[in-house]
């Protein structure tokens, strides 16, 4: 398919975005993208927005379904609003000492099953595009993307091929699945079925904080760094709003770095410039003001940018784009 001829990738990044200097950046970081799929091998990290179109809740509409099943007896603090963990562990507990417990995690996994499709035409153009897959989400739509592909028997030009999954805390490091030639999903957060981050007390046990003074396991960090180091990550659908998973990526690609050029100096005594080695990342999300935490397009432009990711916003609810995005790579990158 001639993408050209469908629709012009960068104009379309630039409709009905107001602020010209936020459209210029997000232009430029277009074109970095296609510069760095010359250089590195991408991943992919989905978040709940690639969810959503299958009729999946959203974590603040799941929080809202426990607190309707817990009922009136069951009053948080209005702070607690605005982190879920901490919401969901409230929510967890009072459905616990009603002797419950059992019925919060049905409740978590009945809201993960797809209520219009299995997966969606996005995601199997992503998994046609990129083998690895990193996600937060415990529904299984990645998984039936690249099902569906092995049905069709047309995994990159290859006969049906197995599908690699790994789920916290068994989680590979980049060289213990980088030669193998299935498809492989890596469920940081868990899976539907399965054990799975979502209270306080889970991030608590896998993010650190001053409460738990760096005592807790480094599996996801530890998993993340190794591939952080070698790949590029293309976070879809991921809207940065889990603070603590923010700030933990955000400190591993500053290991990174610091890692790097410690070992570069060690070796010739090269100059910081030489970072323009390191993997870029990219963020491609929608212009919605979800994404901002109320910063301006220059403090968040420069925020990620900083961490070594660069955003590419495309104009709001035209997922389409997404879509166009992944034919073009995969025209070019393969």
């Keep these: 398919m001639d993408i050209k001829s469908t629709i012009n990738l960068e104009d379309f990044l630039a409709r009905d975005i107001r602020n010209k200097p936020f459209e210029q950046r997000s232009a430029k970081n277009f074109k970095l993208l296609f510069e760095t799929s010359k250089i590195y091998r991408f991943v992919s990290f989905l978040g709940a927005g690639n969810s959503k179109p299958l009729g999946i809740k959203g974590?603040?509409?799941?929080?809202?379904?426990?607190?309707?099943?817990?009922?009136?007896?069951?009053?948080?603090?209005?702070?607690?609003?605005?982190d879920l963990p901490i919401l969901a562990e409230k929510l967890y507990n009072s459905f616990e000492s009603q002797g419950k417990g059992d019925k919060f995690n049905e409740t978590v996994f009945q809201n993960m099953e797809p209520q219009c499709n299995s997966t969606t035409l996005t995601l199997i153009k992503l998994a046609l595009l990129i083998r690895i897959h990193f996600t937060t989400n415990f529904d299984l739509s990645m998984y039936n993307a690249c099902r569906f592909l092995n049905y069709m028997k047309i995994y990159h030009g290859k006969l049906s091929l197995e599908i690699g999954d790994h789920s916290i805390p068994d989680l590979p490091s980049y060289s213990q699945i980088a030669k193998e030639q299935d498809s492989q999903i890596i469920y940081l957060h868990g899976k539907k079925g399965g054990k799975y981050i979502f209270r306080l007390r889970d991030y608590d046990n896998f993010y650190p904080s001053k409460e738990n003074n760096g005592s807790y396991s480094k599996c996801i960090e530890d998993c993340l760094k190794t591939f952080l180091q070698k790949t590029s990550f293309l976070f879809v659908g991921f809207s940065f709003q889990d603070t603590r998973l923010k700030e933990m990526l955000f400190r591993v690609i500053a290991d990174v770095r610091r890692d790097y050029l410690i070992n570069l100096q060690f070796l010739n005594g090269s100059s910081p410039v030489a970072t323009e080695k390191l993997p870029k990342h990219f963020l491609i999300a929608q212009n919605s003001q979800d994404i901002y935490g109320g910063k301006s397009y220059e403090e968040f432009f420069n925020e990620f940018e900083t961490n070594d990711i660069y955003p590419v916003i495309y104009t709001e609810n035209q997922h389409i784009f997404l879509e166009h995005l992944f034919e073009e790579m995969i025209e070019k990158v393969q």
């Design 59 to 82: 974590w603040i509409e799941l929080i809202s379904e426990l607190k309707r099943i817990a009922g009136d007896s069951f009053k948080p603090e209005v702070e607690d609003e605005k």
